[in-house]
């Protein structure tokens, strides 16, 4: 769903810049109370994940594929503030390194994107959360329900943004039904890759997922009539151990994903290309700015092995991601525990 330039007209698109820029600066500020020095190395690895699976593009119906937007995983993991920073990151990166997805639309990127899924997906990952039985299950099915429904909705955000800036002129009602329809099937795929991950990492560290926070009630005793919390004196064999293992279990998986698996991801256009295509709204698309750039097309130029040349750009692009989401995420922790005092931090349940 990464839009071109030319699809939106410039007024439209600078609108959707200044709500994305608005959103990004009340995410970095909430993106504080969401990171500490546990989680911030985690974001960055997981906005280079989400890099890395979007390279997978899986097939859906008629010649069409579909591949991760991953604002729910991103925020179910992470936290809904730093999950709409992860989402960004990965798509400024594309945009500028492997000119996939217009510079001057990235605010509409962003905004369909990272805004719309990440929001959609917590919202109701957090509802489901809350009348779902207490349990590792419910938060798995609960991922599964908010990534699938994230999708379609950033489908209907790009089609109501199109109406009001498109730059060609088509039936607005067949657009809709074209990219809700094929959205719908992607966003099956989005929800089995989330499920599991979530699923996954949940497992083996409750403790890092933001949204399995407040999974586990302290025992209460009955004393006089009063239920009281009971001190849990024991250890916590988890929570104490060290993050390292699982950041470097998701780097290698990324780089895995980005430098080997993505050479056999579908080569059919995705929801939107097919939809632009079928529909003719791309008639007016514009050259990409960083159509030079050496590893546009997610290939290094001069590199003639196809094979290697993706492989090679995905390894680059998963460390300009972790390096870049890692060093963002670590100033912003840096500064939350700078400016607040352990006594002011509380946790959102």
């Known amino acids: 769903m990464h839009v071109p330039d030319g699809f939106i007209n410039a007024p439209v698109s600078a609108a959707a810049g200044v709500v994305a820029a608005g959103a990004v600066a009340v995410s970095l500020r909430g993106a504080r109370r969401e990171l500490d020095e546990r989680t911030a190395p985690l974001a960055g690895l997981v906005a280079a994940f989400i890099f890395a699976v979007q390279m997978l593009n899986f097939p859906v119906a008629a010649g069409t594929s579909g591949h991760l937007l991953g604002g729910a995983l991103a925020a179910i993991l992470v936290g809904p503030y730093t999950g709409v920073l992860c989402v960004s990151v990965v798509l400024l990166m594309q945009g500028v390194l492997f000119a996939d997805g217009g510079l001057t639309a990235l605010g509409v990127n962003i905004t369909d994107m990272a805004i719309t899924t990440t929001v959609v997906a917590y919202l109701v990952f957090r509802g489901l959360v809350k009348v779902l039985p207490r349990g590792r299950r419910s938060i798995t099915v609960a991922s599964f329900v908010a990534a699938l429904l994230s999708v379609p909705a950033a489908a ?189 931090i509380t946790e959102t349940v």
Do not use: C, Q
Request: hydrophobic fraction near 45%; glycine fraction near 14%.
């Open 156 to 344: 209907v955000v790009f089609t109501l943004i199109y109406a009001i800036g498109g730059t060609t002129d088509v039936s607005i009602g067949k657009v809709a039904t074209a990219m809700v329809g094929v959205h719908v099937l992607i966003g099956i795929g989005e929800a089995v890759i989330t499920a599991l991950t979530v699923g996954a990492v949940v497992a083996v560290r409750p403790d890092l997922v933001y949204g399995a926070r407040g999974l586990h009630r302290p025992l209460k005793l009955r004393v006089d009539g009063e239920l009281i919390d009971a001190h849990d004196t024991a250890p916590a064999p988890v929570a104490a151990r060290s993050h390292r293992k699982v950041w470097i279990a998701g780097l290698v998986t990324s780089l895995v994903l980005a430098g080997f698996a993505s050479f056999y991801a579908s080569a059919n256009p995705d929801g939107l290309e097919k939809v632009a295509h079928d529909k003719g709204i791309d008639t007016k698309t514009e050259k990409h700015a960083s159509d030079g750039s050496p590893l546009a097309g997610y290939g290094v130029k001069d590199v003639g092995d196809a094979r290697l040349s993706g492989g090679l750009a995905g390894v680059i692009g998963v460390g300009v991601t972790v390096v870049a989401g890692s060093g963002i995420f670590w100033v912003l922790r840096g500064r939350r525990t700078a400016g607040t005092s352990p006594s002011e």
